[in-house]
């Protein structure tokens, strides 16, 4: 392993002589007697899974890691790191909260070393450098978070089987996947299954088609600027991306039960389209999370599969991929702390976590094979080619927007209101709360 990819800040440097499963034999900085306090979000089986990460840096440097979960994390690290306790590291599950609290000089910067290693080790690393870079107390940007373990939601799920007796192939480009869907049709049947509905909060699963659009559309700084509401969300640029989603949701013809039963249709019963004899449809895009719902006994792999929600072929986008992930930030300095994030830069930080469940890395460094199984295994494939990654939008505009307008406005949509006019709905909601 190249001794130049764990670069130290600092006095924290680790040095890996035998590669990643050398790290608890190899030469690194003695901490006996200091103690790292981690806090995060992680609860149950994942909090087991970042124990046996931390486990080879306590063994191989004598520091000791208390790590403490919370599913009061969110209001909890406010009221810490404002009061003066917070702890050595936070693990923070999406990028709003840690830009708050580092716009009030609450996070401690990490360093270029770091912003550096990961633009050259991570796949699309400028994005994630971007992504964990936030304004200071004086508005000037510094980098604060190191991102580790992430979900990919540019993922259309299907059955092998379906495709094999139909005779169709997976689309490499967004111009095949909409030939495909034309085919299908052709062929008497339905090419997707699509579901809004989700209780108080019916309307998400739309947004996440609109961001995956706009990602497919533009350049992914303008991405960023609808995010920030830098350009209006009624831009025709947005627009225009909202009725990219509409080529398929609001084609009778395109959708199980047609446009109408988009609303209508809970998310989570939405994919069992695919599995009925015959199909009621043959594609269902999703998150990486909606195996969850299938049908009890559905083997991945074999009974159901993915492929990459495909780029624009004609637009030279590149392959983007829209997804969500948690980043560790130090809200406490301390040679722990930063030797802590040192050994996050190690493969094998990673492929402890990989080779359990539930974990996604676009460490470029990572053995594949220590993925846990051959879906984790093509989602990290999937990461490691992505030219660009974008965080969900909707989970970075304001509360009232992301988890509000941009929700019904979506319902609005799909029953039948024009883009421009929803669009502008959504603007006028955040103009409310300037």
Not at 91 to 104: E, M, R, T, V
């Amino acid at each position: 392993m190249n001794k130049n990819l764990i670069t130290g800040v600092s006095a924290a440097v680790l040095l890996l002589a035998g590669g990643a499963a050398a790290f608890a034999d190899s030469h690194v900085m003695d901490l006996k007697g200091e103690t790292i306090k981690v806090f995060g979000p992680w609860l149950g089986v994942d909090k087991e899974h970042i124990q046996a990460v931390l486990a080879p840096f306590e063994e191989a440097t004598g520091a000791v890691v208390d790590y403490a979960g919370s599913d009061s994390f969110e209001q909890q690290i406010v009221i810490d790191t404002q009061a003066g306790s917070a702890p050595n590291i936070a693990i923070f599950p999406q990028p709003g909260l840690a830009a708050d609290l580092a716009s009030k000089g609450l996070l401690v910067p990490l360093g270029t070393q770091t912003s550096d290693w990961v633009k050259e080790n991570y796949a699309a690393g400028q994005s994630w450098v971007d992504l964990g870079t936030y304004a200071n107390a004086d508005g000037n940007p510094d980098y604060y978070g190191f991102f580790y373990k992430v979900d990919v939601k540019s993922l259309v799920w299907y059955s092998p089987e379906n495709f094999e007796d139909a005779g169709y192939a997976v689309p490499e480009s967004m111009e095949d996947l909409l030939s495909l869907s034309d085919q299908i049709v052709a062929d008497g049947g339905t090419p997707w299954c699509i579901g809004l509905g989700s209780g108080g909060a019916t309307g998400w699963p739309a947004t996440d088609w609109v961001e995956d659009m706009m990602l497919r559309t533009q350049p992914p700084e303008v991405y960023d600027q609808w995010v920030k509401n830098e350009i209006p969300f009624n831009d025709p640029r947005v627009v225009a991306a909202i009725d990219e989603f509409g080529k398929f949701a609001r084609n009778d013809a395109w959708v199980d039960g047609g446009s109408a039963a988009v609303s209508a249709t809970d998310f989570r019963d939405s994919p069992k389209g695919l599995f009925s004899v015959p199909p009621k449809c043959y594609m269902h895009r999703q998150a990486s999370f909606i195996p969850s719902f299938f049908p009890e006994g559905t083997e991945l792999g074999t009974d159901a599969d993915f492929f990459y929600f495909p780029s624009y072929a004609g637009k030279d986008l590149g392959k983007p991929v829209l997804g969500a992930g948690t980043l560790f930030a130090i809200t406490k300095e301390s040679k722990g702390a930063r030797a802590l994030i040192d050994y996050l830069k190690t493969p094998q930080a990673h492929e402890i976590w990989m080779a359990r469940a539930g974990f996604l890395t676009p460490h470029k460094g990572v053995d594949l094979d220590k993925y846990a199984n051959d879906t984790l295994r093509g989602q990290g494939q999937i990461l490691l080619n992505a030219t660009t990654f974008r965080f969900d939008g909707s989970d970075l505009m304001p509360g009232a927007v992301g988890a509000g307008s941009f929700w019904t406005g979506m319902v609005d949509y799909a029953g039948g209101k024009p883009a421009a006019d929803v669009a502008k709905d959504i603007q006028d909601s955040w103009d409310s709360i300037k």
